[in-house]
């Protein structure tokens, strides 16, 4: 018998297209560009000293990072590329429907199901007007989707891995090396179509083809920050014009 069940159908609204950054796999990241379109870069650090969260929830953060130097510290970082759609997304038509449909992003075609196994669907953190979740259709119930739904997104989970190390490569192709700490602050930057393009095509496999890279890690928590400094973590600076610091 089927419990806690949700309903769902996508009405065209458009909304969910609006005002974010969306997350692309590597392959999507360069079908992004080359429609002409930017990609910005989210950095974000953590270590398993100053987690938390469960251990479960470190482990899946842990798949999807890479370890890398920080000072005498080792510490694990995530890259996320984000398709810009700070207004809007590039490929929205005029009538709110995608221009894309057919190859749109894996993070689309899940939405609004959350990626990461640990946050629980929340229609009220939901953009969608009230009447997408009065549709006859279930889009889960119990917190499992349907066998396509749930092939997506262990598609978008496998991406997430296999992606990391290459991502973080192009992230020192083009000189980014201070991350937030992770669930504190987000590290937003804004390389050019060009420069990231670039980068894609020079990058190594990973960082350890970077011996000399070091990271670092901007806090402006107090405590947080004496935390990690017993931890021998190197800290940024608190003022830079390369990236927005976006406190969470």
């Known amino acids: 018998m089927q419990t806690n069940v949700t309903h769902f159908s996508c009405v065209g609204c458009g909304v969910c297209c609006k005002g974010r950054l969306i997350p692309l796999t590597l392959a999507e990241t360069k079908k992004w560009l080359d429609r002409g379109h930017e990609v910005s870069v989210i950095l974000e650090a953590f270590d398993e000293s100053n987690w938390p969260r469960p251990p479960q929830e470190f482990a899946h953060a842990v798949s999807r990072s890479v370890t890398v130097r920080s000072g005498d510290a080792r510490i694990q970082v995530i890259a996320v590329f984000a398709g810009r759609a700070l207004e809007q997304c590039p490929n929205l038509r005029a009538d709110n429907l995608c221009g894309i449909y057919e190859d749109r992003p894996l993070v689309c075609r899940i939405y609004p199901i959350e990626v990461n196994p640990f946050i629980p669907l929340d229609t009220s953190n939901k953009a969608c007007p009230p009447q997408a979740w009065e549709s006859d259709q279930i889009l889960c119930s119990d917190g499992h989707t349907d066998s396509a739904l749930e092939a997506i997104i262990n598609q978008s989970r496998y991406s997430d891995r296999v992606d990391a190390s290459r991502k973080i490569a192009i992230c020192i192709e083009l000189g980014l090396n201070v991350a937030a700490w992770k669930s504190n602050a987000l590290a937003v930057y804004f390389p050019t179509r060009s420069e990231l393009l670039d980068a894609i095509g ?47």
Do not use: C, M
């Open 202 to 248: 020079s990058a190594k496999e990973g960082p350890d083809d970077y011996p000399g890279w070091e990271w670092q890690v901007r806090v402006e928590d107090p405590s947080l920050r004496d935390r990690l400094t017993v931890s021998a973590v190197a800290l940024s600076s608190n003022e830079s014009t390369d990236y927005i610091f976006h406190r969470l």
